[in-house]
């Protein structure tokens, strides 16, 4: 057989199956611990969904990047890549982010904690050769891809305001890193298994998140998915092209494909940081005043929020293919152009949130 048509082949049956497994695993989840992961009603929050619903979507997202990381020497016989140190610490740093959320579901741990963890997860990632590498300075690339891991999970955790909006900004951020695979001719790389299955996870978990959900991700999905991410992130648009030596590569470059991938949580993050800290508020303190929230009051529907949210997602992802595809000599152009797109879209998010009253 064809390699290129037996790669295509695996892929579209592991995504179908995975697809399938996710909403089994997510539905049995639901008929039989309906209560398992929601949060305790009398907790000093204030969320958008009035209702108490189980937060148990990260598990199947944890369970299936379990299973992508050992389906792969059944599909491709390099077992040899088990023992890959960057395969193993996202493993490591994943798990360790996924008990974090699980026991912030179970027992609210405290920030500092919390805090603490997330920046364990970021030294295992360093430790184990995964880390931003765009300045010269090895520990300002270290410094640099801790405040990454740290500001990526709690974005992710913040973005999980209402109904899909974390979902469906997570998946296409996914397609954006198999985008760059894709245009990489790189078929057999063990990554493109994991983002399908993660993906594949989040899909079949979507049909219960989508509005009205019957379902929450929790922290147990949002510090693992944040995470991923962020490693991901790392990988495919901080260190973008890969095998150029440290300090090398062109970091505004990276550092705009990075910002319009990940442009809701950032935009999301850095409006309620600004919008609290205005009020004297704490940014760590939940409440009614997201980018989702001022659409809202505005008058869109969570759906259409949603639908909003992931087809600016697939514009980002639009420009970042034409970076790739197209753009050879970067200049200070395409960095103006595309920053004020990033600024536009900021502006548009940002905006409606300083008439919020609520």
């Not at 974390?166 to 063990?190: E, K, P, Q, Y």
């Given at each position: 057989?064809?390699?290129?048509?037996?790669?295509?082949?695996?892929?579209?049956?592991?995504?179908?199956?995975?697809?399938?497994?996710?909403?089994?695993?997510?539905?049995?989840?639901?008929?039989?611990?309906?209560?398992?992961?929601?949060?305790?009603?009398?907790?000093?929050?204030?969320?958008?969904?009035?209702?108490?619903?189980?937060?148990?979507?990260?598990?199947?997202?944890?369970?299936?990047?379990?299973?992508?990381?050992?389906?792969?020497?059944?599909?491709?016989?390099?077992?040899?890549?088990?023992?890959?140190?960057?395969?193993?610490?996202?493993?490591?740093?994943?798990?360790?982010?996924?008990?974090?959320?699980?026991?912030?579901?179970?027992?609210?741990?405290?920030?500092?904690?919390?805090?603490?963890?997330?920046?364990?997860?970021?030294?295992?990632?360093?430790?184990?050769?995964?880390?931003?590498?765009?300045?010269?300075?090895?520990?300002?690339?270290?410094?640099?891809?801790?405040?990454?891991?740290?500001?990526?999970?709690?974005?992710?955790?913040?973005?999980?305001?209402?109904?899909?909006?974390?979902?469906?900004?997570?998946?296409?951020?996914?397609?954006?890193?198999?985008?760059?695979?894709?245009?990489?001719?790189?078929?057999?790389?063990?990554?493109?298994?994991?983002?399908?299955?993660?993906?594949?996870?989040?899909?079949?978990?979507?049909?219960?998140?989508?509005?009205?959900?019957?379902?929450?991700?929790?922290?147990?999905?949002?510090?693992?998915?944040?995470?991923?991410?962020?490693?991901?992130?790392?990988?495919?648009?901080?260190?973008?092209?890969?095998?150029?030596?440290?300090?090398?590569?062109?970091?505004?470059?990276?550092?705009?494909?990075?910002?319009?991938?990940?442009?809701?949580?950032?935009?999301?993050?850095?409006?309620?940081v600004i919008n609290r800290m205005l009020k004297g508020k704490s940014p760590f303190i939940g409440g009614k005043?997201?980018?989702?929230?001022?659409?809202?009051?505005?008058?869109?529907?969570?759906?259409?929020?949603?639908?909003?949210?992931?087809?600016?997602?697939?514009?980002?992802?639009?420009?970042?293919?034409?970076?790739?595809?197209?753009?050879?000599?970067?200049?200070?152009?395409?960095?103006?152009?595309?920053?004020?797109?990033?600024?536009?879209?900021?502006?548009?998010?940002?905006?409606?949130?300083?008439?919020?009253?609520?």
């Open positions: 057989m064809n390699d290129s048509l037996y790669i295509f082949i695996v892929y579209t049956c592991y995504f179908i199956s995975t697809t399938v497994l996710s909403f089994l695993v997510n539905g049995l989840f639901l008929k039989f611990a309906s209560t398992l992961g929601t949060r305790n009603l009398d907790e000093n929050f204030v969320r958008w969904s009035s209702h108490v619903k189980p937060s148990l979507g990260g598990i199947s997202f944890f369970l299936i990047f379990l299973l992508s990381i050992a389906s792969y020497p059944i599909f491709f016989e390099q077992n040899q890549v088990l023992f890959d140190k960057h395969i193993l610490g996202i493993l490591a740093a994943g798990t360790l982010a996924f008990l974090l959320g699980l026991s912030d579901d179970a027992y609210n741990t405290r920030p500092v904690l919390k805090f603490v963890v997330q920046i364990i997860c970021g030294v295992i990632l360093i430790s184990t050769g995964t880390y931003i590498s765009i300045f010269a300075n090895i520990y300002i690339n270290y410094a640099f891809t801790l405040f990454w891991v740290v500001a990526l999970m709690n974005s992710i955790n913040m973005l999980d305001n209402m109904d899909a909006i974390s979902t469906v900004v997570s998946i296409t951020t996914i397609m954006g890193a198999l985008l760059v695979l894709f245009l990489n001719n790189d078929g057999r790389n063990i990554y493109i298994i994991i983002l399908i299955g993660v993906m594949a996870a989040l899909l079949g978990f979507l049909y219960f998140n989508w509005h009205p959900s019957k379902m929450f991700m929790g922290d147990t999905g949002s510090q693992f998915l944040g995470l991923f991410l962020a490693a991901i992130g790392i990988i495919y648009f901080w260190n973008y092209p890969p095998d150029v030596p440290v300090g090398s590569r062109i970091a505004s470059k990276q550092f705009i494909m990075t910002i319009l991938t990940f442009a809701i949580p950032i935009i999301d993050t850095v409006t309620v005043d997201h980018t989702t929230h001022s659409l809202f009051f505005r008058g869109l529907s969570e759906r259409r929020i949603a639908v909003l949210y992931a087809g600016i997602c697939f514009v980002s992802m639009f420009f970042n293919f034409i970076i790739i595809k197209y753009i050879d000599n970067w200049n200070y152009i395409h960095i103006i152009l595309f920053s004020i797109y990033f600024l536009t879209l900021f502006w548009f998010l940002y905006a409606p949130t300083r008439k919020n009253k609520h």
